[in-house]
């Protein structure tokens, strides 16, 4: 049965983490507060509720958790789709204790949240809820404050909490390694016949041809953001240039705004620019991949730059998607006539540097590794690939992507992996990720078990009859 305890394990370790996203809407806290003993109503059932007299129900260290929280949190699981059904109040209780035990302990550890960061998840977090009702006020009033102010004051507290609790989470399962000879014993341990089935599976290779960008067309866009950049020095608003003129999707919207570090994933060329302005600068149309950009900076705070900026990439000539397209289709005539082989044609004529080393070999972006499940494959790239034959290359192909850039490309399957049972060799990446799983569990487990007797922690009323999956009650 060793299997089906692990399968139920990952299940609940999967549940944990879901629900900790889940809850960054909900989780009330009120940090460093003294618990005073609490009387409270019988929990009652969220179904034909009107009215119920909140109240603290336990405490972790110098964290609460009251009554409401339960219900909150019941409601935004609904509200992102969720099941509620098979949850129950002890159960959701159990989760809120784990977070505050993950707070409380983070302090103990001496694990440092910044101000820029709780900033930083407050903009994005405000900006996805008002996405989602269209106006702050409306967050506001379902949060039952009287301000804005008010609000970010509340939500403030909430955010360092969960920051604070991914950051003990973080550091326990960071911690936590695997050797070859645990992975082998694990999979020993596995019962014949309750291995593992893995889905069929492939490996897939690409050439990508990119259209050639005219020097005059390059010309056009640095004209252009100059012109941006000549009004924005002469007191014109960046924001609102952004806003009307940026290509990046994920900026724009926000007047270009983005913060960031040394150790944010941007592209080389921008954090270089971007590092090298004062506050106030505005810097020359540079290029990286994207396009041309230029880069306003709002405020440096130590080792955080606040910047807005505008991305602008050239128009590709349908002169330059023409020629692309034959250039790649010269490219597939010449793998045909076995000229060259696919993965050589890839080293040596592929504009995608990501893949063009591994001779066009694409890695999972899930897994990190080469194979690709197919019930869990991106459904654009399956419908590339799921009428080709083996060693078949597929006919040019336009590709857009979601910044807008074209390119063509061809694919080609490189290895099919059919549904099979388990097998240490074959499978072994997968088999080391059960097995890492297992011993995080088993971490966090036994993390548990210590902090909970070393921490205060009380429950009141009706929910001490609960039984918890940890050891709460100190019985």
Same mark, same amino acid.
Request: glycine content about 4%; proline content about 3%; hydrophobic content about 35%.
């Given at each position: 049965?060793?299997?089906?305890k692990l399968?139920?394990? +990952?299940?609940? *370790? ?18 460093? /507060? @003294? ?11 969220? =179904? ?6 909140d ?5 972790v ?7 409401? !929280? ?6 935004? @699981? ?39 960061e ?5 903009? &994005?977090?405000?900006? *996805? ?5 269209? &106006? ?9 404050k ?22 003990? +989470? ?12 645990e ?11 309750e ?19 005219s020097?005059? !067309?390059?010309?056009?866009v640095? &004209?252009?953001?100059?012109a ?6 002469e ?11 940026s290509? &990046?999707?994920g900026s724009s919207?926000?007047?270009g ?6 150790? +944010? ?8 620019? $971007? ?8 810097s020359e ?7 041309? #950009? ?5 405020? @440096?705070?130590?080792?955080?730059v606040?910047?807005? #900026? ?12 023409? !020629? $692309? ?5 010269? @490219? ?8 060259? =082989? ?16 591994n ?6 972006p ?17 419908s590339?690939v799921s009428? %080709?034959?083996?060693? /078949? ?7 857009t992507d ?7 490309? %061809? ?6 992996i !059919? ?14 990720? %059960?097995?890492?799983? /297992? ?23 009706e929910y001490?009859?609960?039984?918890f ?7």
């Amino acid at each position: 049965m060793l299997l089906k305890k692990l399968q139920l394990k +990952t299940i609940d *370790y999967k549940l944990v983490l879901t629900m900790c996203f889940l809850f960054f809407f909900n989780s009330i806290i009120s940090a460093q /507060e @003294i618990i005073k003993d609490t009387v409270i109503q019988k929990p009652v059932q969220l =179904t034909g509720q009107k009215q119920k007299i909140d109240g603290i129900i336990a405490n972790v260290g110098d964290y609460i958790v009251l009554d409401s !929280d339960i219900d909150k949190a019941y409601l935004e @699981i609904s509200a992102q789709g969720g099941s509620i059904k098979d949850i129950t109040r002890c159960q959701m209780l159990g989760k809120l204790l784990e977070d505050k035990l993950y707070a409380h302990q983070a302090i103990q550890d001496s694990i440092v949240v910044s101000d820029a960061e709780i900033r930083g998840m407050m903009d &994005d977090r405000l900006n *996805y809820m008002i996405q989602q009702v269209g &106006d702050i006020n409306k967050v506001v009033a379902y949060y039952k404050k009287n301000s804005v102010e008010e609000f970010k004051t509340y939500f403030s507290d909430i955010l360092k909490e969960q920051k604070l609790a991914s950051e003990m +989470t973080k550091k326990i399962v960071d911690a936590v390694e695997i050797t070859p000879e645990e992975v082998r014993n694990f999979f020993k341990k596995i019962p014949k016949e309750e291995l593992p089935t893995f889905g069929a599976e492939m490996e897939v290779a690409q050439i990508v041809v990119e259209p050639k960008v005219s020097a005059e !067309d390059e010309q056009k866009v640095k &004209d252009r953001l100059n012109a941006i950049r000549k009004d924005v020095l002469e007191g014109s608003s960046f924001a609102t240039k952004a806003v009307l003129y940026s290509q &990046d999707p994920g900026s724009s919207p926000n007047g270009g705004f983005y913060k960031m570090t040394r150790k +944010t994933p941007f592209v080389k060329e921008f954090k270089d620019v $971007a590092f090298s302005l004062g506050e106030g600068e505005v810097s020359e149309p540079f290029k990286t991949t994207f396009g041309y #950009h230029i880069i306003m900076v709002d405020k @440096i705070k130590g080792q955080e730059v606040e910047l807005r #900026h505008i991305l602008i990439a050239p128009t590709v000539s349908e002169t330059a998607l023409k !020629d $692309a397209k034959e250039r790649i289709a010269n @490219i597939r005539a010449k793998i045909e006539n076995k000229e060259i =082989t696919f993965a050589e044609a890839a080293r040596t004529e592929s504009d995608e540097k990501e893949t063009r080393a591994n001779g066009g070999t694409l890695i999972n972006p899930n897994t990190q590794d080469t194979r690709f499940e197919l019930t869990k494959m991106d459904p654009t790239l399956y419908s590339q690939v799921s009428n %080709l034959k083996d060693n /078949e290359i597929s006919q040019p192909i336009l590709n857009t992507d979601d910044k807008g850039k074209k390119t063509y490309k %061809l694919i080609t399957i490189t290895n099919r992996i !059919d549904a099979h049972t388990a097998d240490y060799a074959k499978d072994y990446t997968k088999i080391k990720e %059960l097995a890492l799983k /297992e011993k995080q569990i088993t971490t966090i487990s036994k993390w548990f078990d210590t902090k909970i007797k070393d921490t205060y922690i009380k429950i009141i009323g009706e929910y001490r009859d609960c039984n918890f999956v940890y050891n709460w009650l100190k019985k």
